[in-house]
């Protein structure tokens, strides 16, 4: 089955302590994304992936990191979470760019203490 | 500001009803993601369009890329189609490789 798994889907953590929320694609697509939704915000873009090595911001990229070794793998860094990142985070990839399907992962509830 | 702006934010219906849900933004784009996200949060992609009308079963989605305006339509709407829904521009001035979203149209259809 074609999909995008995302985890953990849910975690709870403490302010200053690393974490990785990873990220994986089985259908072979170039382009791969990770979002964070806020009530009355919105989605919005945090980082993004045109290919294997080729890692670009998006519109709130402070405090994330990511990296794109594989191409099916996308995780998203936190080095030193805050309250403020406290947060419904969605990974996405699609065939080529954004002009395709966007294929969205089940979400990751983040809570930061 | 947003420069995505959806109208209505709430919507609340009769099932059987046509819903129309619109979208507008600021700046010029080259295509537009509609998008519907299930109750329990999953986001799933309903078309991608950049210039007229597409459909699939009831949903009708049309785009007009010179007046900046994107319309979702539901037809004979069901308690099923309850959602939000998000229309996400591409292109232009958001940069081709990035979405911008609009906050969503949360839609509820009453049985």
């Known amino acids: 089955e074609a999909q995008v798994t995302q985890n953990p889907r849910y975690l709870i953590t403490v302010t200053g302590k690393k974490l990785t929320v990873t990220c994986s694609q089985n259908m072979n697509h170039e382009y791969m994304s990770w979002y964070r939704q806020d009530p009355g915000l919105g989605l919005r873009q945090i980082y993004y992936?045109?290919?294997?090595?080729?890692?670009d911001k998006g519109d709130v990229p402070e405090g994330y990191k990511v990296s794109r070794k594989e191409k099916r793998n996308f995780p998203l860094i936190l080095e030193s979470p805050s309250p403020n990142q406290t947060s419904l985070y969605f990974c996405?990839?699609?065939?080529?760019?954004?002009?395709?399907?966007?294929?969205f992962g089940p979400g990751t509830r983040l809570t930061v203490l | 500001k947003n420069e995505v702006e959806q109208s209505p934010q709430n919507l609340t219906a009769q099932e059987g009803e046509f819903i129309t849900i619109n979208c507008s933004y600021s700046v010029g784009i080259s295509a537009l993601h509609w998008l519907q996200q299930h109750p329990g949060g999953g986001i799933v992609s309903l078309f991608m369009l950049s210039s007229g009308k597409k459909k699939h079963g009831r949903l009708i989605a049309t785009i007009n890329i010179q007046e900046k305006h994107s319309s979702l339509h539901i037809t004979a709407s069901h308690p099923r189609d309850s959602a939000v829904y998000i229309c996400a521009p591409v292109g232009g001035e958001t940069s081709g490789s990035r979405l911008t979203f609009g906050e969503g149209t949360q839609l509820t259809v009453n049985p």
């Open positions: 992936s045109m290919n294997v090595e080729v890692t």
């Open positions: 996405a990839s699609a065939a080529g760019g954004v002009y395709n399907e966007q294929f």
